[in-house]
């Protein structure tokens, strides 16, 4: 059996690099990009969110940045954070795996088909 050196991720730890997929962001934004992208399903409090991040930050699979946009106004309690190279290999193959799951709700009739709809 092979050994897949990336372990699957969490819900949260998913929503939080997927959120960083497209560029840096503060927590906040994650908060928002999350409820945005789940219709309101899914609302990451700040206790989850900032365990989320600690964890994806001990792991090397994100990292804070200095500062976000430099025309914005200044908060010092504001923290900027962003994928590394290994955070994006891990949505990546968590993003792979979902697709899997998909396909095969789909082909269990849990989904429709584009035949059926």
């Known amino acids: 059996m092979p050994v897949n050196p990336?372990?699957?991720?969490?819900?949260?730890?998913?929503?939080?690099?997927?959120?960083?997929?497209?560029?840096?962001?503060?927590?906040?934004?994650?908060?928002?990009?999350?409820?945005?992208?789940?219709?309101?399903?899914?609302?990451?409090?700040?206790?989850?969110?900032?365990?989320?991040?600690?964890?994806?930050?001990?792991d090397g699979l994100v990292e804070e940045v200095a500062s976000g946009d430099p025309d914005a106004p200044h908060d010092a309690r504001r923290r900027y954070y962003r994928l590394t190279p290994p955070g994006r290999r891990a949505a990546e193959a968590e993003a792979a795996l979902l697709q899997r799951m998909v396909a095969a709700a789909t082909q269990a009739g849990l989904l429709p088909t584009k035949e059926r709809t």
Not at 7 to 31: E, R, S
Not at 35 to 55: D, K
């Open 6 to 58: 990336i372990p699957p991720l969490t819900p949260a730890a998913f929503q939080v690099l997927l959120a960083l997929a497209a560029g840096q962001a503060h927590g906040y934004a994650v908060m928002q990009f999350v409820e945005q992208v789940t219709a309101g399903t899914v609302r990451l409090g700040p206790g989850t969110l900032y365990r989320t991040i600690g964890r994806l930050l001990a």
